[in-house]
């Protein structure tokens, strides 16, 4: 059980981006998070493993309060989340498999990590994770010769290493095409329903939404204004979310 | 600001700024002594045309000199009586002078026959004394005749005196001169210099680089507490680690005589140190380890340190011992030895730096996290007058040790000055941060460290390495060891800086991915950003490579071995042709090190 209570987030700069932003998610749900641009989505996702220092509030995680966690006792809890960036974010100048193992950094033996040394079962536990999403054969390629769909996969698949119980996707699907996205989503939802690993995971479309999520939680200018399933997004509602001026696409 | 519709101001403003130009230049002038006059003076422009011939013929070849002398015995004036004929072998080469005797500063003719075609020399008059002096320059026809009208000088003598034709011949294939063998020699001493020179340069700059970049360093923040804890254990460690490394040298200092002691002690060392670091770094932890888990493992990690200390002094002075033999034994090769042997000298004297580095760095870690867990622990009132206190130590013994360092230069020799002004400022200072600051607030010692070396790096740049190297001239003398010296301390802050901008300039992403993961500060620099900048590191090495070879050139100007000496050298002497030698060697390193380094560069990005 995640516990978001009364998050706030100001960046140096004034520049408010979450205000007062409080709901609760229970372990195994897929959460997807909706809202313009600059809507807060971002920082809310890294506010929970701290990318982003929150400015107040406070985040539990079974318990265990997040915000408050020294750096050590961060790194444990990060270990335990993975995550996936809309550029992926992968290291591109070294190997598939490396980004993979890197994964693992949080368990591994610091010293022997730093000489790049990984235990076998990691190095096989990585062989499997490619398989799974169908690009073993590449283990060897650096990254930046993968296309946008295949260095996701990676990004996912470095997640995985972490034997997460929570995952935090941020805008996975927003750089590739709609084929891609239906993919890269359906590992997720994969991930999700067998393993039961908690998804937050912020989204642009809507169909998306309604497709692969079990509720949605949608941002407006740092501000929560819906909390429900995907099917009660009405007209009104949507104009809430988007605007007043949006139209619905797709 | 300038409003478009006033034509007028803004034209008055342009004819300002136009004569304001104009003042600049002429004060240019005026000030950097632009003369005309001396460009056109025609002494100055006879010199020019000298140095120009002399520098567009360098002094690279030579020949072996085949040299015909032919004495002719002449009075000077005529003697009383008959003019005795001299007696002439007209088989070898020889010279005929007419009027056969003449009076001193008569001009006479002298012909020459049979000798070698081309041949070119000086022809001489040689007084009873010996001493010659040269008459004319003779140039040979194809023939090998010559003839030459000269002014006789002004000696007169009773006794017989010789007229002298010598001519020289270039014979055989031409050869290295000496100045070209001198040439070679000390360009090839300069491309070394500037190898090692940035060898150790790139060395110290690569992980000083990291301290001053801003986006490594903006997130490194740590309570009052821990600052001041650290900045009080910073120097003990500091003695500890110099402290445990001379132990370990005199320890060791037992066996370090004898090649088996040397072998056993590090093969066990090396065994234990492996028993050791796999007890006490389990590959992976499930659940942080308990308290006295922790602290064994701590405590045996510390002796592993410790006899990896007195396994590198085995390590030297195996180094040593073989280096020395070698260096009798291979001969001509023996620079080899001598190598190994300076090898294991300098691991030698590095270790206790080393050690007290390491020393100061597991005092910070511990100070860090007993800082953390008090100003996590403590209630916040207890908190605050520990901060207070502590900071004002801090503060105290850091303005000590500054004022120390100051007073090493200038030799206040006054306690007050030295101890109790700086140690009461600096509590007060320490004491006055801790109270301003919340209990809980952290302080951006990131920011910090990025400023000071920033500033020292900036520093040294500014510091010619031609100005660097008269310092090292007077701690290691004149040669290209203390140009080594120079240019690698100028390499060290130029790199750290160029370095440092491009670790500011990688991309944030893979940062965030890895330390999403759960990886410390260190794995994520090993994982995110060292893979983005090893390409330009690589080319900004080289180009800097580049740079050194140039300021080798010179650094000999001001003593710093390499070629520039010779040249500075050759240009005092007023030996063109030689210095044109040495300016072409350093044309032709200089072009072809920019190629490579140019295709190098191509090829790694």
Redesign the interface.
């Known amino acids: 059980m995640l516990e978001i209570k009364n998050l706030t987030k100001i960046y140096p700069g004034g520049v408010q981006a979450l205000t007062d932003v409080s709901f609760d998610v229970p372990a195994g749900q897929f959460v997807a998070i909706i809202g313009l641009s600059g809507s807060g989505k971002s920082t809310l996702l890294r506010c929970i493993?701290r990318?982003v220092e929150p400015t107040s509030g406070q985040i539990l995680w079974d318990g265990l309060d997040i915000t408050a966690a020294?750096?050590?006792d961060l790194?444990?809890?990060?270990?335990?989340?993975?995550?996936v960036?809309q550029?992926?974010?992968?290291?591109?100048?070294?190997t598939v498999l490396?980004n993979v193992l890197?994964?693992?950094?949080?368990?591994?033996?610091?010293?022997?990590?730093?000489i790049n040394r990984f235990?076998r079962q990691d190095i096989e536990k990585a062989m499997r994770q490619l398989e799974r999403v169908g690009i073993a054969d590449k283990a060897h390629v650096r990254a930046d010769d993968l296309s946008g769909g295949q260095q996701q996969r990676v990004?996912i698949a470095?997640a995985m290493?972490?034997d997460p119980e929570m995952i935090l996707a941020d805008e996975p699907v927003a750089s590739l095409d709609p084929v891609l996205a239906h993919s890269i989503m359906q590992y997720l939802e994969k991930i999700n329903k067998e393993e039961g690993v908690t998804v937050l995971c912020s989204l642009h479309f809507l169909d998306l939404v309604h497709r692969y999520a079990d509720r949605v939680v949608a941002l407006n200018e740092g501000r929560k204004v819906f909390d429900g399933l995907p099917g009660e997004i009405d007209d009104q509602k949507f104009k809430e979310i988007y605007g007043r001026d949006a139209e619905r696409v797709g | 600001m300038w409003k478009p519709n006033r034509p007028l101001l803004k034209s008055v403003g342009l004819g300002l700024a136009i004569l304001f130009g104009l003042v600049v230049y002429a004060y240019g002038f005026q000030v950097t002594k632009v003369n005309l006059d001396e460009t056109r003076s025609p002494r100055r422009q006879e010199q020019l045309v000298r140095i120009l011939r002399a520098l567009a013929k360098p002094d690279l070849v030579t020949f072996q000199q085949q040299e015909v002398e032919i004495d002719l015995p002449y009075y000077v004036p005529c003697p009383e009586g008959d003019v005795p004929e001299p007696t002439i072998d007209r088989s070898r080469p020889y010279i005929e002078a007419a009027p056969p005797c003449a009076s001193p500063g008569e001009t006479i003719t002298v012909r020459g026959y049979h000798f070698a075609p081309n041949s070119k020399g000086p022809l001489n008059f040689i007084p009873p004394s010996g001493v010659k002096l040269t008459l004319g320059t003779i140039q040979a026809d194809e023939q090998g005749n010559f003839t030459l009208q000269v002014k006789l000088p002004k000696r007169d003598s009773p006794e017989v005196q010789h007229l002298r034709a010598t001519t020289r011949l270039s014979v055989g294939a031409p050869m290295p001169s000496r100045t070209a063998i001198e040439t070679w020699d000390k360009i090839v001493e300069t491309v070394f210099l500037a190898l090692l020179a940035t060898t150790f340069g790139t060395l110290l700059a690569v992980p000083l680089s990291f301290f001053a970049a801003y986006n490594l360093m903006r997130d490194v923040t740590s309570p009052v507490l821990a600052v001041a804890l650290n900045l009080l254990l910073l120097p003990v460690g500091f003695w500890l680690g110099s402290q445990a490394a001379s132990w370990m040298g005199s320890l060791t200092s037992q066996i370090r005589t004898s090649y088996l002691w040397n072998l056993l002690g590090m093969g066990a060392g090396i065994a234990l140190i492996y028993l050791a670091i796999r007890w006490a770094v389990p590959p992976e932890d499930l659940l942080p380890p308990g308290r006295w888990l922790r602290l064994a493992r701590t405590l045996v990690l510390v002796g592993a340190s410790l006899l990896a200390l007195a396994v590198f002094y085995l390590l030297s002075s195996t180094l040593i011992l073989s280096g020395n033999w070698l260096e009798s034994r291979l001969g001509s090769i023996g620079f080899i030895g001598t190598f190994i042997a300076d090898l294991g000298d300098i691991l030698g004297m590095l270790l206790s730096v080393i050690a007290a580095l390491g020393g100061a760095g597991l005092a910070a870690s511990l100070a860090g996290s007993i800082g953390r867990r008090l100003s996590r622990g403590l209630p916040a009132s207890g908190l605050k007058i520990l901060n207070v206190l502590l900071a004002a130590a801090a503060g105290a013994l850091l303005l000590i040790l500054i004022m120390a360092a100051l007073d090493w230069f200038y030799q206040f020799n006054n306690p007050v000055v030295t101890r109790t002004l700086p140690g009461g400022i600096g509590a007060l200072l320490g004491a006055i941060i801790a109270l301003r600051l919340g209990v809980h607030d952290e302080l951006p010692v990131g920011m910090a460290i990025y400023f000071i070396s920033r500033t020292i790096f900036n520093a040294l740049r500014s510091i010619e390495a031609l100005i660097m190297v008269i310092v090292f001239v007077v701690w290691v003398g004149i040669g290209p060891f203390a140009g080594v010296l120079a240019l690698s301390l100028h390499t060290v802050a130029a790199l750290a800086k160029l370095y440092s901008e491009q670790v500011e300039s990688i991309m944030e992403g893979p940062i965030e991915a890895i330390s999403a993961t759960g990886a410390s500060r260190l794995q994520t620099i090993m994982y995110a950003v060292i893979p983005q900048i090893i390409p330009p590191y690589i080319s900004f090495t080289m180009y800097r490579w580049d740079i050194n070879v140039r300021m080798s050139t010179i650094i000999g100007f001001a003593g710093g071995g390499g070629i520039g000496f010779l040249l500075y050298q050759n240009i005092n002497l007023l030996n063109y042709r030689a210095a044109s030698a040495q300016m072409l060697a350093i044309a032709i390193v200089v072009a072809s090190m920019d190629y490579l380094s140019a295709k190098l560069r191509e090829r790694v990005i």
């Not at chain 1, 550029?87 to 070294?94: A, G, P």
């Not at chain 1, 994964?103 to 010293?111: C, D, E, I, M, T």
Request: no cysteine; charged share 20%.
């Open positions: 493993n990318l020294s750096r050590e790194r444990l809890i990060r270990r335990r989340i993975g995550m960036f550029h992926f974010n992968l290291v591109q100048r070294s490396t890197s994964g693992r950094l949080g368990y591994v033996n610091p010293a022997l990590s730093l235990p990004g470095r290493m972490q």
